[in-house]
């Protein structure tokens, strides 16, 4: 009996030592399992918002422009939360390898592609901000030097006018036309420097739209 109880008592721990060696690896396997489930669909985002910033797609007008700017900002803010998800996947896939998980080499390797495809990911985001605000301010250049033309040609017309007065009284009133003329025209001095200052600061940040600009600032001058 006492035999039996013995083999019964060894036959019970080696049970648990299996149990417990069968748990651990379980548990291994889930935490490896949940690692590699997130990281696919991290990567499949990761995808489909590459596609997104890749767009060549800058808007035909100011209007378009501004709201593809706006979409924009709201990736940008999908970005960084993103960012922040595979960050805390490398903190746990470090202290998988550091406990030298079973799938370490492969988890490694995971986490390595993913925080690659991110950087790569938030380089192209910067670019198509940068070409989506030199888009707005192309349109808006454009939108302002035209309205300045076209304002342009019609204090030209009232410049050309021969009227010169029949009378003392007729002659006061072209007096006062011509001192608000000056002053439109004062104005409008300022508003041509306000577009030109914009032409400049374009061609200094060396707009890919340099040519056009340069051009149609000849056009107004």
């Known amino acids: 009996i006492q035999k039996l109880c013995e083999e019964l008592d060894d036959a019970w721990k080696d049970l648990q030592d299996k149990a417990g060696e069968r748990s651990r690896a379980l548990d291994l396997s889930l935490r490896a399992q949940e690692f590699f489930f997130e990281a696919g669909e991290v990567e499949s985002w990761l995808s489909e918002k590459n596609d997104v910033l890749s767009s060549t797609d800058y808007g035909r007008d100011r209007d378009a422009a501004t709201k593809l700017l706006t979409k924009h900002k709201a990736v940008e803010l999908e970005l960084d939360s993103y960012n922040g998800i595979v960050t805390e996947m490398g903190h746990t896939a470090a202290?998988?390898?550091?406990?030298?998980h079973p799938d370490s080499k492969a988890i490694a390797n995971k986490q390595q592609a993913i925080a690659q495809q991110m950087r790569a990911l938030q380089r192209l985001a910067t670019t198509r901000q940068q070409r989506?605000?030199?888009?707005?301010?192309?349109?808006?250049?454009?939108l302002e030097s035209r309205e300045l033309e076209q304002w342009i040609k019609e204090q030209e017309q009232a410049a050309a006018s021969e009227d010169y007065g029949q009378d003392y009284e007729h002659l006061l009133i072209l007096q006062a036309k011509f001192d608000d003329f000056k002053h439109r025209i004062e104005a409008g001095s300022e508003r041509f420097n306000q577009c030109e200052e914009l032409a400049k600061k374009l061609i200094t940040n060396e707009s890919p739209y340099i040519q056009d600009i340069e051009k149609r600032q000849e056009q107004l001058g």
């Open 95 to 100: 202290a998988m390898v550091n406990a030298k």
């Open 132 to 142: 989506l605000m030199e888009s707005m301010y192309r349109h808006e250049y454009f």
